[in-house]
């Protein structure tokens, strides 16, 4: 059969997986830091919340191998993929599963740093509007749930590398380039996606971005005047 070149991954969709690789792994290190990038490691969290806002929104409105409906699927799908069976492009039944926990799971923490504390200095944009038992609580999970990113971030990496070097299927230069070599005369290019779909996930994302960055927390109340003698 002959070879052709189809669009797989959108730009959109390839911006937001290397901005976010780039952007967790500066927060990481922020945080191993400490001290005043403490500062720096919340930005980059609060970032982050961001572009996992854009994703799901991107994934409603993007084009067809960034929505949810199109990767998303059932068991039946997914039996169908171990067995063989599966023709498609983009994610396939059973790596949307680990796309579906790593949306959930970097989402989880950004969205617990926006209420946490580091016990010193830093208090996320919106930890005002919990108890301090809350944010002590909210910053415990932080805290606990990036171990689960490190495993489920090596067995995206580990999967990465067995189809690469098992069933020389190269995911990497897809989602650098958006486009990839087919043989299969029923796939299709992705479709959709436009401009307009872009710019109502980017304005959402800003508005997320704003709504949680403690523009809207009231200030603290002033202290009390000092007494006289």
Known sequence: ???????????????????????????????????????????????I????????????????????????????????????????????????????????????????????????????????????DASNLLSDWHRQAEWFIYGLVGLHVAAVLYYAHVRGDNLVKPMVVGRKAVTDPALESARGGGLIAFAAAVVIAGAALWATSGALVPPPPPPPPALGW
């Open 49 to 132: 919340f961001g572009l996992i806002v854009f994703r799901l929104v991107w994934g409603v409105v993007g084009s067809t191998t960034a929505r949810f409906t199109h990767f998303v699927r059932g068991p039946g799908a997914i039996r169908a993929y171990l067995q063989g069976r599966w023709r498609g492009i983009g994610h396939n039944p059973l790596g949307a599963l680990s796309v579906l926990a790593l949306l959930a799971l970097t989402g989880f923490q950004a969205t617990t740093g926006l209420f946490a504390n580091d016990d010193i200095a830093f208090r996320g944009p919106l930890a005002a509007l919990v108890s301090t």
């Open 1 to 47: 059969m002959s070879e052709r070149t189809i669009r797989v991954w959108d730009l959109p969709t390839r911006l937001f997986h290397w901005l976010l690789f780039v952007l967790m792994v500066a927060a990481i290190v922020a945080a191993k830091v400490g001290g005043n990038a403490m500062e720096w490691h919340g930005r980059l969290g609060h970032l």
